[in-house]
T-cell receptor, first 113, second 114 residues
Framework: EDQVTQSPEALRLQEGESSSLNCSYT??????LFWYRQDPGKGPEFLFT???AGEEKEKERLKATLTKKESFLHITAPKPEDSATYLC??????????????FGKGTMLLVSP | KAGVTQTPRYLIKTRGQQVTLSCSPI?????VSWYQQTPGQGLQFLFE???????NKGNFPGRFSGRQFSNSRSEMNVSTLELGDSALYLC?????????????FGNGTRLTVT
């Protein structure tokens, strides 16, 4: 069974204090790993897709990396507006032959000024 | 380009009733997926539709059903509501689904069952 585990469940940072969020996964036939950001009362917003081990993607203060068993979302010098829940998801095939996304439970990030 | 639109935003229903939620995907997107989000379980996959056909189904009871229309708009229905069905129901669309294109989510329908 495909599994996605995110840690920590919650993280509190001071503005400017860099850190990393972890997403470990077990899936047969990974087709892609996705990172999303979700603000309270809103749907998840797409950030990155990673396809193969060693790949990195960057966007402003965020950088996502991928290994064969886990992905990290590095947040450099975060600002209060980076506060959100960050979700990781893996794309894998179902019995139907079509793929879908399996999500982790997310990391709730709070950045204090 | 307009995003994914879900209606209504909020619903309050009583146990035993049924409910229908609506989703309009991004123009040109033919794949629509539905997810249930709860604090304890996170996002759980319900089903995916493409060209009016259900392609994937998650591990939910038969009380949860859906359909897709020829204009790609989708509805999901929950019959005989239970307290545990209280959740945020999210709809997401993508051009074709099943490939590596990301899902684009709506802001969800918050269902409360009393």
């Amino acid at each position: 069974e495909d599994q996605v585990t995110q840690s920590p469940e919650a993280l509190r940072l001071q503005e400017g204090e860099s850190s990393s969020l972890n997403c470990s996964y077990t899936v047969s036939g990974l087709r892609g790993l996705f990172w999303y950001r979700q603000d309270p009362g809103k749907g998840p917003e797409f950030l990155f897709t990673l396809y193969s081990a060693g790949e990195e993607k960057e966007k402003e203060r965020l950088k996502a990396t991928l290994t064969k068993k886990e992905s990290f979302l590095h947040i450099t010098a975060p600002k209060p507006e980076d506060s959100a829940t960050y979700l990781c998801a893996v794309q894998a095939f179902m019995n139907s032959g079509y793929s879908t996304l399996t999500f982790g439970k997310g990391t709730m990030l709070l950045v204090s000024p | 380009k307009a995003g994914v639109t879900q209606t209504p935003r909020y619903l309050i229903k009583t146990r035993g009733q049924q409910v229908t939620l609506s989703c309009s995907p991004i123009s040109g997107h033919r794949s629509v997926s539905w997810y249930q989000q709860t604090p304890g379980q996170g996002l759980q996959f319900l089903f995916e539709y493409f060209s009016e056909t259900q392609r994937n189904k998650g591990n939910f009871p038969g009380r949860f059903s859906g359909r897709q229309f020829s204009n790609s708009r989708s509805e999901m229905n929950v019959s005989t509501l239970e307290l545990g069905d209280s959740a945020l129901y999210l709809c997401a669309s993508s051009p074709t689904g099943g490939d590596n294109s990301p899902l684009h989510f709506g802001n969800g329908t918050r269902l409360t069952v009393t």
